[in-house]
């Protein structure tokens, strides 16, 4: 068994799709087109393995809705972490620095809607030691 989609509540869809598009590669899938008509915009990352449900809706943001899930996680490569982390926090947006799990590392941040979510890496010792370099 594996998560097949995560259900996101957005104000705007379009928006949102720019974000998640930008940030996170996500796309719209064409083979899902015709849900969006009163369903969820559908977007992937990976051909359909990882998938978003946008819904038009209260964000958790304004307090209006209960949080059904605390945070989403994205694996990636360690040195895929650390260029994410860079470059998100050029833009201007909060975003933790690494955090050491002992055999993980994770960036946190939230989408413009306040959902949280996580960027994390397995590949401990590529961001042990990339992250030694880029400090001296």
Same mark, same amino acid.
């Given at each position: 068994?594996?998560?097949?989609?995560?259900?996101?509540?957005?104000?705007?869809?379009?928006?949102?799709?720019?974000?998640?598009?930008?940030?996170?590669?996500?796309?719209?899938?064409?083979?899902?087109?015709?849900?969006?008509?009163?369903?969820?915009?559908?977007?992937? =990352?990976?051909?359909?393995?990882?998938?978003?449900?946008?819904?038009?809706?209260?964000?958790?943001? =304004?307090?209006?809705?209960?949080?059904?899930? +605390?945070?989403?996680?994205?694996?990636?490569?360690?040195?895929?972490?650390?260029?994410?982390?860079?470059?998100?926090?050029?833009?201007?947006?909060?975003?933790?620095?690494?955090?050491?799990?002992? +055999?993980?590392?994770?960036?946190?941040?939230?989408?413009?809607?306040? =959902?949280?979510?996580?960027?994390?890496?397995?590949?401990?010792?590529?961001?042990?030691?990339?992250?030694?370099?880029?400090?001296?």
């Amino acid at each position: 068994m594996q998560i097949d989609h995560v259900e996101l509540l957005v104000p705007d869809r379009i928006a949102a799709e720019t974000w998640y598009g930008e940030w996170l590669g996500f796309k719209p899938m064409p083979e899902h087109a015709d849900w969006v008509d009163g369903g969820p915009l559908m977007l992937t =990352n990976d051909g359909g393995g990882t998938m978003l449900a946008l819904f038009v809706g209260d964000s958790p943001e =304004n307090g209006k809705v209960e949080r059904s899930w +605390r945070r989403v996680a994205y694996r990636v490569s360690g040195a895929e972490l650390l260029e994410f982390a860079e470059r998100f926090r050029k833009s201007g947006q909060a975003i933790t620095l690494p955090i050491d799990h002992a +055999r993980s590392w994770s960036v946190y941040f939230k989408d413009p809607w306040g =959902n949280s979510l996580e960027v994390t890496t397995y590949d401990y010792e590529t961001v042990k030691q990339l992250g030694q370099e880029r400090s001296k």
